[in-house]
């Protein structure tokens, strides 16, 4: 099993979709590390800004969307606070909206869409990669810290009155 890491194009916003639904569903019935809720966040609308900003890729296990990721160099101004490596206004690539279907978790996508990460930030010439993720997504902490990232502390989005999540941990990884 082979996991290809491509730029989505059109026709794959019915599968991002789908991947959205299914993992919402497996959320709202088990442990919502993210927070993420069924209706509100992430939508196909969040895919297709993505697809329209040409910063969102796909993974594919023998044909089939098995994850997804948007990987834009703009970064959320409350990222102002978090204590990184390098300045804050240096070239950076972040990690937004990274989904992985749940029929194929344990499949090394999730670590497949993070590493992918690094290639195209050492393609762009960026100093370092950033990502957040809720306070108590502790799977997805544990995975960015498996790939090399420090955690440089916490940030209020300013989501706690939207979704009621307050609190995001932040992770840099410098490209060298």
Not at 46 to 55: C, P, R, S
């Amino acid at each position: 099993m082979s996991i290809l890491i491509r730029k989505a194009v059109a026709s794959d916003l019915d599968s991002v979709e789908q991947l959205y639904e299914a993992l919402l569903d497996q959320l709202e019935h088990g442990i919502n590390y993210p927070g993420w809720r069924k209706g509100s966040y992430p939508l196909r609308a969040d895919a297709e800004e993505g697809l329209a900003e040409d910063i969102l890729y796909v993974a594919e296990i023998d044909g089939r969307i098995a994850g997804t990721v948007m990987y834009p160099h703009t970064q959320d101004p409350s990222y102002r606070t978090a204590d990184w490596q390098i300045p804050y206004d240096s070239p950076v690539l972040t990690l937004h909206i990274l989904a992985v279907h749940p029929d194929c978790r344990a499949m090394g996508v999730g670590r497949a869409l993070v590493d992918y990460a690094d290639t195209l930030a050492r393609e762009r010439g960026v100093l370092a990669v950033r990502l957040d993720t809720h306070e108590n997504n502790l799977p997805a902490c544990r995975l960015y810290e498996k790939c090399g990232y420090h955690y440089c502390g916490l940030v209020d989005l300013g989501l706690e009155e939207k979704y009621g999540l307050k609190w995001y941990r932040t992770y840099e990884k410098l490209i060298r």
